[in-house]
């Protein structure tokens, strides 16, 4: 089953297609059986008709020969080695001379009583080979031709050769008809199956707008069969929705909850002074960081695989550099963008606070260049496509070991710069929960290369 394609209308169209085929091969069995049956018993027949034919148009003379002139009314009988004979011959003593149609132009000879034997009427039915090797079929009967019981043997051959010719072409013009028959039903079942399965391309589409955020819900007329599974998905869509608000609310609950407590410790901190006020202060200071941190993790996977947002990069990352760019006007910042427009699938707080992070990093790093580049990446997969944003600096970069320490919490490699630590980090997390990838590389200008791969909408 691991080998057998996933597609519903192949596996519907092939069913269908296997059982049509076997439809026909059983119709063909079955006509051609009947046909051949019917024309058999027609053969036996003509053939019985023939021979009783002829034993009435023969006579027997006071003397014993045999006399008549037997006229079975086809023609075949008269044209030589036609395949159709018949033939009279002596079967009792006192009988002489013998009989025979002018089509045959040597004996055929006969089988033995013992290998054939005659049954309770006096006739058998044998196959024999014919004069020009056609396969014979063959009626005989021994008749009593007057009251002295002198018998003879009556003949009547058939050519079962021309029989099977006409079954066997009678079997191919079938055979072509019910092949076209076939392939025209087949063909007309695939389309009335992609027809009936049209509306679930329709409710892939309504799904993709939705997917991409052009859409709220699916919208339009459905078959009964599939209205329950649009109507499911949509309450789907809106119990999602209703999630993804109540964590935002229960998100910020939490965050004006804690935001006066831990002011009013980091206050008394600094007040109380001395070493147990700084303890208290950078602790507070610290469960502050660390709540904002978790905070932001909460949001994003709240709203992570639930409902697509729509982001358009472009215009978010122009702005973001001309900011950083008035910041800090002692550092040149290049900027490329991709001619098409990208849209990130995720929300543009979330994407405004990664490009932040990494910006503020790179221009504090950087000696005097930092260039950012959005390249959109060709996949193999249709459902899914990605882009590429990268941010280098010409700073000293970060040696190799320590990349996994920088992605920590908390952790500086530099203390003599100002900053918190947790720059990398929350990039790192929120790459996480998109589903991307984060790679700290060494830039070709020098310093430290930010490579993020995103999913984007296509």
Do not use: C
Not at 30 to 39: E, M
Not at 230 to 244: G, P
Not at 276 to 300: D, F, P
Not at 393 to 416: N, S, W
């Amino acid at each position: 089953m691991r080998f057998w394609p996933r597609s519903l209308a192949f596996r519907v169209i092939a069913f269908s297609t296997v059982w049509a085929i076997l439809t026909l091969i059983v119709i063909f069995t079955l006509i051609t059986t009947l046909y051949r049956q019917a024309n058999e018993r027609g053969f036996d027949s003509l053939l019985s008709a023939h021979l009783f034919n002829l034993i009435g148009s023969v006579g027997i003379s006071d003397t014993g020969a045999l006399t008549g002139a037997p006229d079975l009314g086809d023609l075949r009988f008269s044209e030589p080695n036609s395949g159709w004979y018949w033939s009279v011959e002596p079967a009792s003593e006192g009988v002489h001379g013998d009989l025979h149609s002018s089509s045959m132009t040597r004996t055929i000879p006969s089988p033995s009583v013992a290998e054939v034997p005659f049954n309770s009427s006096f006739q058998r039915s044998y196959s024999t080979e014919g004069i020009s090797g056609e396969r014979l079929q063959v009626f005989e009967s021994e008749f009593v031709l007057d009251t002295k019981n002198r018998a003879a043997r009556f003949r009547v051959m058939g050519n079962q050769t021309e029989l099977e010719q006409e079954i066997g072409s009678f079997q191919r013009r079938l055979l072509t008809y019910l092949s076209l028959f076939g392939v025209g039903m087949i063909a007309i079942n695939a389309a009335a199956i992609l027809l009936g399965l049209q509306p679930l391309r329709r409710v892939r589409n309504a799904l993709a707008m939705v997917r991409e955020g052009t859409a709220q819900r699916l919208d339009g007329r459905f078959p009964a069969e599939i209205e329950p599974l649009a109507n499911e998905t949509n309450a789907l869509i809106e119990n999602n929705k209703r999630i993804v608000e109540r964590s935002r609310t229960q998100v910020g609950n939490l965050a004006h909850s804690l935001k006066t407590p831990l002011a009013v410790l980091i206050n008394e901190g600094r007040a109380l002074g001395g070493a147990k006020g700084q303890l208290i202060a950078e602790q507070a200071t610290s469960m502050q960081k660390q709540v904002e941190h978790y905070l932001q993790r909460a949001r994003v996977a709240a709203q992570r695989d639930s409902v697509v947002y729509r982001t358009p990069v472009t215009p978010l990352v122009q702005r973001m550099v001309r900011v950083l760019q008035k910041l800090n006007p002692q550092t040149s910042l290049s900027l490329s963008l991709p001619a098409a427009e990208i849209v990130f699938a995720g929300e543009r707080e979330d994407l405004e606070e990664l490009l932040g992070n990494l910006l503020e990093n790179a221009m504090k790093w950087a000696r005097s260049a930092v260039a950012v580049s959005v390249t959109p990446l060709a996949t193999r997969d249709d459902v899914a496509s990605l882009f590429e944003i990268s941010i280098e600096d010409d700073g000293p970069g970060i040696p190799e070991d320590k990349a996994r320490d920088v992605l920590k919490r908390g952790r500086r490699l530099d203390e003599t710069k100002p900053g918190t630590g947790l720059g990398l980090s929350i990039v790192a997390d929120l790459v996480n929960e998109y589903g991307g990838v984060l790679a700290l590389e060494r830039s070709g200008m020098g310093g430290l290369k930010v490579v993020v791969r995103l999913r984007s909408l296509q």
